[in-house]
């Protein structure tokens, strides 16, 4: 049991890093991702996750894979794809949502095209899945500042977020704080996913952010325990993912994201909210 669960992080820097980034960026990540599911904008965060992707990769032509290059030029572009999509659709007939996957779609396009100009297929996969395993101490603190901000923001703006969440027009009927939350939780989202990308790339980073708030959400209806529960399930997901990673011998960030689906499908079976007992309870009433 020792040499199977604990050995590769006692034994592996390399998976100590691994373990230590992908932990805190379940811990950022996860509360973002359940106030994102809850706000009904989980495709969103796909989309914004995609929309770094050619921000990265300038940052990449220009410097190579360094991260404070990469890192910011992934936050410009986040940010541009967040107000184009929004001026959009608050000034034009079309929706968000369609506005919103136009913008990714051309962010997709126009990142690949940018890294294959200077990049190898090696590269471009680095780009766009990330390598968990290969974290150095700059990703690790990059990952920690984005943890540390979005714990002290969330924090501060629990409140105005729970309400927002609830009944975002009634927030903005009694308080100032509506517009300027909306637009603070964006940030969250794209410095997580800016985070999320140094380890699990840009596509897969936004699965680290919704698959554990996605099925916590089948367990409790209270947002407070709904966060807790989806960081618990992040943390699970990301050791058991490297332990498959590393037994066998399998992509690091795939197998994570996947560790995380396993437990959303079992949740939706088994879960207080899931088909098991909701199908039981309805048994229940309908023979009392």
């Not at 990265?56 to 910011?72: D, E, H, N, R, S």
């Not at 150095?136 to 977020?161: C, E, K, M, P, Q």
């Not at 975002?168 to 940030?187: E, M, Y």
């Not at 499908?265 to 023979?287: D, K, M, P």
């Amino acid at each position: 049991m020792y040499d199977f669960l604990i050995a590769p992080f006692v034994e592996f820097s390399f998976m100590q890093r691994a373990l230590a980034g992908s932990l805190l960026l379940s811990l950022s990540s996860c509360p973002v991702g359940v106030f994102l599911m809850l706000r009904r904008m989980s495709l969103t965060g796909d989309a914004m996750a995609h929309a770094i992707l050619p921000g990265a990769a300038a940052g990449f032509l220009l410097y190579g894979l360094q991260i404070v290059p990469m890192t910011v030029g992934g936050l410009i572009a986040g940010v541009v794809v967040a107000l184009g999509a929004g001026a959009v659709s608050r000034f034009t007939v079309q929706k968000e949502d369609a506005s919103m996957a136009a913008f990714y779609l051309i962010s997709l396009a126009l990142g690949v095209l940018i890294v294959s100009l200077r990049g190898s297929s090696v590269d471009l996969m680095h780009v766009l899945f990330g390598t968990v395993l290969a974290l150095n101490d700059d990703a690790l603190t990059l990952i920690s500042l984005i943890t540390g901000v979005t714990l002290l923001t969330l924090a501060v703006f629990w409140r105005a977020l729970v309400a927002e969440c609830l009944d975002p027009l009634f927030l903005r009927s009694v308080s100032r704080l509506g517009t300027p939350v909306h637009f603070i939780f964006l940030g969250l989202v794209v410095l997580n996913l800016v985070g999320g990308f140094q380890a699990l790339g840009t596509l897969l980073s936004v699965g680290l952010m919704m698959l554990p708030a996605a099925a916590a959400r089948f367990w409790t209806t209270r947002i407070g325990p709904m966060c807790g529960l989806a960081i618990a399930i992040g943390f699970a997901a990301c050791v058991a993912g490297l332990l498959l990673s590393y037994h066998a011998s399998l992509p690091s960030g795939p197998a994570i994201i996947l560790s995380a689906g396993a437990v959303y499908l079992a949740s939706i079976i088994f879960g207080v909210r899931g088909i098991l007992n909701t199908r039981l309870a309805r048994h229940r009433h309908r023979t009392a």
